[in-house]
């Protein structure tokens, strides 16, 4: 089959293009930390309020010296907040929403998850810089989405 010169070119571009195209996805992937969603974990929105866990959201210690966050994304507030946890220590989110789909972003790091009604999102996290971080949900969830802001502290663990 004769495949003319510029054929063959453009081709060979396009092929070249797409694996940079898929090296992008996997570099990004694997230097950002992201993940696909995580397990598949059901909630009843309507009854958050009256669940064990995210009735009353909070922050735990496990016996490991990891954290465990549960917490309410809900028009228009986080619930704890602010949430406090230690540095350099892992800390595994757990969230879920009691109305519509929000976000949970912490900002200037890499922690960024959906809030979806009906589902637990969960991810773990090590912050290693002690301060105050903004959550910010980033996901358009209703007129006083813009003021959906809640508190992060990192504290330094105690020598
Ligand atoms: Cu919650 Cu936007």
Aim: aromatic letters at 8%.
């Amino acid at each position: 089959m004769n495949v003319d010169l510029y054929e063959r070119i453009w081709m060979w571009l396009a092929g070249a293009l797409i694996l940079v195209f898929l090296g992008v996805i996997v570099s990004t992937a694997a230097m950002g930390a992201i993940q696909p969603p995580s397990h598949v974990e059901t909630i009843d929105p309507t009854t958050v309020a009256a669940h064990p866990e995210f009735g009353e959201p909070a922050v735990k210690t496990n016996a490991d010296g990891s954290v465990t966050v549960s917490a309410v994304a809900a028009m228009f507030s986080f619930t704890p907040d602010p949430i406090e946890v230690p540095a350099g220590r892992k800390v595994t989110f757990r969230l879920t929403s009691s109305d519509v789909i929000h976000g949970f972003q912490v900002v200037g790091t890499n922690a960024n998850a959906m809030v979806v009604p009906g589902y637990v999102s969960q991810f773990s996290v090590t912050f290693d810089t002690p301060g105050e971080y903004v959550i910010a949900c980033n996901e358009y969830c209703g007129t006083m989405h813009h003021a959906m802001v809640g508190k992060l502290i990192v504290k330094r663990e105690q020598p």
